[in-house]
């Protein structure tokens, strides 16, 4: 039984790390991979010593810094209100409903933006500024806009599926908690602070903790297409992956490409494992190892 899951790792996850060698080498094709010459670190600097260095890396922080702050209020709290619902027809379909964005690919996610920004045919400009005597706006040439807007779409595609695995958390809490509370003379608030939220804390953790880990990666999708590829809004939206990509298609330098992804897994793992400690500290059984 524990076979196909096991060849999955190994040939999915485990073999393809013989590439990390590719981070430490100038590839040429002539001579392949293994005859390529070495170079070291030569392939890490152009990460670090690039005038974009800073701005690549300040977005990519602040940004999953964000992400993982309202997505975890989000999803906790459309969880929450889930879990109110007693008829069941409806609760299926609200679940379904808020599940769905995350199912949408980039491209797909990237038109609707496009729908409701577009300076020509956009919903914003054309119904919504209006109606408040607003100006229209270019939006893909307005950079300080656009922290706010990945912020929405980012919430919108991401928050409904953790709000499912934090439902499924609640969904498992014993009744006879709220029983007593409601006897104690507990309102609905009470019980969301005091038995709630407690008593999920440790899937919250879990959950904050694997996306720590990934807090260097972003999610290509939306940085790249969301924002249709603007050069007038890079200063705002610009980030590793992005900066990597555009990279890799003007030089064709795949060193440089998997140095930055070495680069982004080596810090996430040991984000992971120091925020994981950090918790043990605070609080042993929550932790995830």
């Known amino acids: 039984m524990m076979m196909p899951g096991f060849l999955y790792l190994l040939l999915n996850n485990y073999l393809p790390m013989f590439g990390i ?22 392939n890490f600097e152009f990460l670090f010593q690039t005038r974009d260095a800073y701005i690549i890396t300040r977005n990519t922080l602040l940004y999953n810094f964000s992400f993982i702050l309202i997505n975890m209020v989000c999803a906790v709290t459309i969880a929450i209100l889930l879990n109110e619902i007693r008829s069941r027809l409806a609760a299926r379909f609200y679940q379904s409903f808020v599940l769905l964005p995350h199912l949408f690919s980039a491209i797909i996610i990237s038109y609707l933006a496009f729908a409701f920004l577009s300076a020509d045919y956009g919903y914003l400009n054309h119904k919504v500024l ?51 509370a409601v006897i104690d003379g507990a309102n609905k608030w009470h019980q969301f602070t005091r038995i709630t939220i407690p008593l999920i804390a440790p899937v919250i953790i879990i959950m904050t903790l694997l996306q720590v880990g990934r807090i260097f990666n972003s999610d290509f999708g939306l940085f790249y297409q969301v924002t249709m590829n603007s050069g007038s809004i890079l200063e705002t939206t610009n980030v590793i992956d992005t900066y990597v990509y555009r990279a890799l298609m003007n030089m064709g ?26 918790v043990r500290k605070i609080s042993k059984e929550n932790a995830l190892f």
């Open 21 to 42: 060698v590719i981070a430490f080498k100038n590839i040429n094709y002539v001579k392949g991979i293994w005859g390529s010459d070495w170079v070291g670190f030569k």
């Open 130 to 180: 209006p109606f408040f005597g607003l100006d229209p706006l270019n939006w893909y040439n307005e950079p300080k806009v656009w922290p706010y807007i990945l912020a929405i779409v980012n919430t919108w595609k991401s928050a409904g599926y953790l709000s499912i695995i934090y439902l499924a958390a609640i969904v498992g809490l014993e009744k006879e908690y709220y029983e007593a």
């Open 253 to 278: 330098d795949i060193g440089m490409s998997s140095a930055a992804g070495l680069f982004q897994s080596v810090v996430g793992f040991v984000l992971v494992f120091t925020v994981n400690f950090l």
